[in-house]
């Protein structure tokens, strides 16, 4: 059957023709620059992880604090990547790794060590500098002592190392936690926990009961929002993607294990110290000074045992990198952008 087709119709169809064969994309090869989400099995755990830039760039290993994940570093990954070798991982109970109940995986602060330790080979890392925040703290500076000629420098983000960082309200009932867990009201009495029994309207807490308000959404939202120049800026996507993870059955547990073994870590305190007088690794301070866990009480001790740091207090929380990403960025540019560091890492 013939059908004619008008002369407008003609040029219409024509036109569409050519807009679609313009239109067509054009694919290029693939850009180290893009994001990939990947997962490795490591000591019988799926270790899902964030990874970006040439292998051949210095490699920047992100270890991430609590609540979070690799997704902290969601904004800070593509900012570094035509420079460097960016590689997020998400530990054992947190992101989008594994969750073992506490029945069949040890969380200590020594085992989650041990996962990225083993993570590390796994991937095929040589050198590196470590980023540090909050639980990356512990985490990485086992992995710097153990392995301390793999290190090229150090970026701490309220990391702490030393004990003026958890000499404040917010840890006197931890630190009773650690010495016992079925502790009652022990550091409770402090400006900061008061509110916290006021608004559960308990005069008297057990503290295994104070430390889950820790796990609940208005704490974690209180992680993002605090200290920060403009709470309009922080997007609730951080909390919304956050808390399912804590809600999961089981992760309050994990949780509250992670909490008591954090007392594994002030006595190697002294261990770490001595790494950094000893190696003396290239360090870059960028610190939210507003952060009520980690004050900058305890960033101004790294300049006591470092004489190559980098320093840095940023107008911002505990999570920097939600309001000052750009300029954290900017500073991890500039510091490993030295060329002698740049050529240390290509080893």
Do not use: C
Not at 55 to 70: D, Y
Not at 177 to 186: E, H, I, L
Not at 326 to 335: E, Y
């Amino acid at each position: 059957m013939n059908i004619k087709i008008s002369t407008p119709l003609k040029l219409a169809l024509t036109g569409m023709a050519l807009n679609f064969a313009v239109s067509q994309p054009v694919f290029a090869a693939e850009s180290f620059s893009d994001v990939k989400y990947k997962t490795v099995t490591v000591e019988g755990q799926e270790i899902f992880y964030r990874e970006a830039g040439d292998p051949s760039n210095p490699t920047i290993l992100l270890l991430h604090g609590f609540p979070t994940s690799s997704h902290m570093f969601r904004e800070l990954i593509p900012e570094l990547s035509e420079q460097f070798h960016l590689v997020a991982p998400d530990y054992p109970g947190f992101g989008q790794s594994s969750m073992p109940a506490i029945n069949e995986f040890e969380y200590t602060f020594d085992n989650l060590a041990n996962v990225v330790d083993t993570f590390i080979d796994t991937v095929g890392l040589q050198n590196y500098s470590l980023y540090l925040m909050d639980y990356g703290a512990p985490v990485g500076f086992r992995i710097a002592t153990k392995n301390p000629e793999r290190v090229d420098a150090l970026i701490i983000q309220n990391g702490n190392a030393y004990d003026e960082g958890i000499d404040n309200n917010f840890w006197e009932p931890i630190q009773a936690y650690w010495k016992d867990r079925d502790a009652v009201n022990q550091g409770l009495d402090n400006v900061w926990w008061k509110n916290i029994k006021a608004a559960y309207k308990k005069p008297n807490m057990t503290n295994d009961e104070a430390l889950r308000f820790l796990v609940t959404e208005g704490a974690t939202k209180w992680q993002y929002t605090n200290g920060v120049r403009d709470v309009e800026s922080i997007s609730p996507d951080t909390w919304d993607h956050v808390q399912p993870l804590l809600d999961r059955e089981g992760n309050t547990d994990i949780q509250l294990q992670l909490f008591y073994s954090y007392g594994s870590n002030p006595p190697l305190y002294p261990q770490w110290q001595s790494y950094l007088r000893e190696y003396q690794p290239p360090t870059l301070v960028v610190w939210g000074d507003k952060d009520e866990i980690f004050p900058a009480a305890g960033a101004h001790p790294y300049k006591r045992d470092l004489n190559n740091v980098d320093f840095h207090l940023l107008d911002t929380g505990h999570f920097a990198l939600e309001e000052d990403v750009d300029v954290i960025a900017g500073h991890i540019k500039r510091f490993l952008g030295d060329k002698k560091l740049a050529a240390n890492a290509a080893k």
